[in-house]
């Protein structure tokens, strides 16, 4: 039997400023979410209000996979404040010699408010 080789997903970077103020620079799954936002979307998608690890993890990647389908849809296309590059970054995780990573830079006043509102990003007002 033949072992099928295993697909690398290489990640895809963020960096996320405002007025030219770098708040976040890394993997997309690793931008930090404001724990009342996860029990908040925990009570939603499980009727959980004690997220296991679990559930925390479920609701993490959905509002990474949000954030991506907003970034890949109205994202790139409409934000005047957001601009693409595929580049070779030593600094993300999972970085192997010859990878290319999607890296996007995003002004934070250019994301939807309720995108804005899951994410912890330095001391920034969330409005």
């Known amino acids: 039997m033949k072992k099928k080789k295993k697909k690398t997903v290489t990640p895809r ?3 996320i ?6 708040l976040y620079n890394g993997p997309i799954s690793g931008i930090p979410v404001g724990e009342a936002v996860l029990i908040v979307k925990s009570i939603e998608f499980f009727s959980d209000p004690e ?8 609701v993490q990647a959905r509002l990474y996979a949000e954030f991506e389908h907003w970034l890949d ?23 192997q010699e010859n ?3 999607d890296i996007f830079n995003i002004d934070i006043d250019d994301m939807p408010a309720h995108l804005r509102g899951y994410f912890l990003l330095g001391e920034i007002d969330q409005r």
């Open 99 to 101: 990878d290319c990573l």
């Open 17 to 22: 400023s405002r007025g030219g103020r770098l």
């Open 73 to 95: 849809s109205d994202g790139i296309k409409g934000g005047t404040g957001i601009g693409h590059s595929g580049v070779h970054d030593k600094n993300l995780p999972g970085d």
């Open 51 to 58: 997220p296991c690890f679990i559930h925390r993890s479920a």
């Open 13 to 15: 970077g963020v960096n």
